[in-house]
């Protein structure tokens, strides 16, 4: 290591050590430990640019561990990513570009939210799936116009994490060898030694999935850093996993114990730290020498340098194949939402009662030609979902071009990688199980909410209609879960044309994830659904005489509220049906809107779900009632249920 790179590789630790200082709150042991790691990533391995953070074909950098935010802020400062001095100072201040972990959208150069540990693990495999997937369909000989690495930096807890056992299971049966993880192992976590509670032998396990697995004894050794990197890009077959044996908190007073993991160090530590590193002024805070940020200048430069021997590639294969470039620019571009609006095929429905899992499943396939960036599947119940792409191939370690995606039975590591999908660009992913399994995937779900993208989520199976499959199967209290999380549409169609509204407004969705909430039994296809369903809640049939009263369901219980509107018309009670299949759509309508299809005079209302009421009672007020689930299901065949119910 040069004494230039010794000091750069000192300065990640010294400018992160000052900021968690300055903040009196943060993670210094990690960024100590692993700064030369990150340093020998960022310099010498990665293709990054940072004049264009967005530049299609750079190497992805996941920090799976996040709370080691200020070691990639650090980075992203010295690279010049757009990240001053006075941002560093603001470390998990309000409206600071340095929150205390790490958030897409927000920082440029993060590539996706993580703090919940091994979520980047996940993100990251979805990310190597669409590297895979683009290079199968777009690459040529002699133009390799998809060509990149996803990296990620993931310490103990993360491996600790259940999610990652999904996920490199899934990574290493799908063979992604542009998938490499480095692992921060210091034998340190929260409560003390890893002996505590993870003693097993971490790479056997990952091997066992398929990876090939290094280990590098120093981690401070740039040389024996680097040369794993190269060996894991050597590998053409296999994932790569890299051992890195740190010491947490490397320098300070605190180097090897628990402490450096999760508080700041000390102003006295801090400057004892600065010492044994051999900086310059260590008793001035924030002081980085000139010299430092001369030559991540130069590193910068070396990424514009990549991306413009790429663009001029890209420029040569986009003449020679145009057909190609003209799928790409698919690839890469929102849906026609008018077309898709004003196309009947689209909107048909049949004439007969089906489940609206089979109506999703029609649609699916009326899409994919459509949209040609539309990929997805199921964690092993693409039968049960309806979410096979005839003729579109399965993903797989032979057949990176298939649009049919397996991931078996890993929820959590499924929604994970729907996440890195549509992080990665050019992809509109969607994933499947039933909707009590939905449980699973929930940690990832509300990532997607945070991040701001729109991932489609199908779940089937969404009542009590289950039936003979019990209690333990039937969902009841999972859509009350997710009303509740900002950002989120759920969407639960009473039959075909419903059914189509809620992909429509899936895939035309900009930044927030929709969950589309569908029946395993059959539905009655009914008279006046229509794209009103678009705005969330309307009028399904209106009340034949003088408006007394208003029943408002969703889904399956919408055909039981219209029986029980002609039973109550028989008693000369007349009351409104209104079919309300998304209430987050609905809650943004103009206050007119609202108020037309729930007028504020009308106080007797009855909502109608075969699932609990809790969130119901902002729609019927203090004088309405429910007619809901109130425990839990039963065995039976569903229309036993629904009239025990």
């Known amino acids: ?147 990149h690495y996803t990296f990620v930096i993931c310490g103990d807890g993360c491996l600790m994490e259940g999610i990652s056992s999904e996920s490199l299971s899934l990574a290493g049966t799908l063979g992604l060898s542009k998938l490499i993880i480095l692992y921060d192992s210091n034998k340190i976590s929260i409560e003390g030694s890893t002996d505590l509670a993870f003693t097993e032998n971490v790479q056997q396990r990952v091997a066992a999935f398929g990876f090939q697995t290094i280990t590098v004894e120093d981690g401070n050794s740039l040389e024996e850093i680097g040369a794993a990197i190269e060996a894991a890009k050597a590998d053409k077959i296999r994932p790569s996993f890299i051992t890195i044996k740190t010491h947490i908190g490397y320098g300070s007073a605190k ?200 991932v489609i989520y199908i779940f089937t199976h969404d009542s009590i209609g289950v039936g003979e499959d019990g209690p333990t199967h039937e969902p009841i209290e999972q859509l009350a879960m997710f009303r509740a999380q900002p950002n989120f549409n759920v969407f639960r169609a009473a039959d075909a044309v419903e059914t189509a509204a809620g992909w429509y407004l899936a895939v035309t969705s900009k930044e927030t994830p929709t969950a589309l909430i569908l029946t395993r039994q059959n539905l009655p296809q009914l008279k006046n659904s229509s794209k009103e369903a678009l705005k969330g809640g309307y009028i399904i049939s209106e009340a034949a005489g003088e408006l007394q009263g208003i029943l408002i369901a969703t889904g399956s219980e919408v055909s039981t509220a219209l029986e029980a509107q002609a039973a109550l018309a028989e008693e000369n009670i007349f009351v409104r049906v209104v079919s309300m299949p998304c209430q987050e759509i609905f809650d943004k309508q103009s206050d007119e809107y609202k108020e037309k299809i729930l007028p504020k005079k009308i106080r007797a209302r009855v909502a109608v779900e075969a699932a609990s009421d809790f969130g119901w009672q902002k729609y019927i007020g203090l004088d309405g009632a429910t007619v809901t689930m109130k425990n839990f299901g039963a065995s039976a065949p569903a229309k036993v249920l629904f009239k025990k119910f």
């Open 255 to 454: 180097q090897d114990s628990a402490s450096s993991h999760g508080e700041p160090l000390g102003e006295e530590n801090v400057i004892a730290l600065k010492k044994n590193l051999g900086w310059d002024k260590p008793e001035e805070t924030f002081y980085i020498p000139a010299d430092v940020y001369e030559h991540y200048q130069e590193l910068a430069e070396k990424g514009a340098a990549a991306e413009a021997q790429w663009e001029k590639l890209f420029a040569d294969y986009a003449e020679k194949f145009p057909e190609a470039k003209k799928l790409r620019d698919k690839y890469f571009s929102p849906i026609d939402a008018e077309k898709l609006l004003n196309d009947e095929n689209f909107w048909a429905a049949p004439d007969k009662p089906q489940a609206t899992r089979a109506s999703s499943g029609t649609i699916i396939n009326r899409l994919k030609d459509f949209m040609p960036n539309l990929i997805g599947g199921s964690a092993d119940l693409g039968p049960s979902n309806k979410t096979i792409m005839k003729d579109a191939g399965d993903f797989n370690k032979n057949n990176y071009g298939g649009r049919n995606l397996h991931f078996g039975v890993r929820e959590l590591a499924m929604s994970a990688a729907c996440n890195g999908l549509i992080l990665h660009g050019g992809f509109r992913p969607y994933c499947a199980t039933f909707f009590v399994f939905s449980d699973y995937l929930k940690p990832m779900i509300r990532i997607a909410s945070l991040m701001k993208i729109p």
């Open 1 to 147: 290591m040069s004494n230039i790179e010794t000091k750069c590789v000192n300065a990640i630790r010294v400018l992160a050590a000052d900021t968690i200082q300055k903040a009196k709150s943060g993670h210094p042991g990690m960024p100590l430990g692993v700064a030369p790691v990150a340093y020998e990533l960022w310099a010498h391995q990665m293709n990054h640019n940072p004049k264009n953070p967005k530049w299609i074909n750079r190497d992805r950098f996941v920090l799976s561990s996040g709370h080691a935010s200020a070691m990639l802020y650090s980075l992203l400062h010295f690279f010049g990513y757009g990240l001053t001095m006075d941002d560093m100072k603001q470390f998990r201040q309000e409206n600071s570009l340095t929150p205390g972990h790490p958030e897409y959208g927000h920082t440029l150069g993060v590539e996706a939210t993580t703090g919940p540990l091994g979520s980047g693990i996940g993100m990251a495999v979805g990310m190597a799936m669409a590297e895979a997937h683009l290079a199968a369909i777009f690459n040529k000989p002699d133009f390799p116009i998809v060509d």
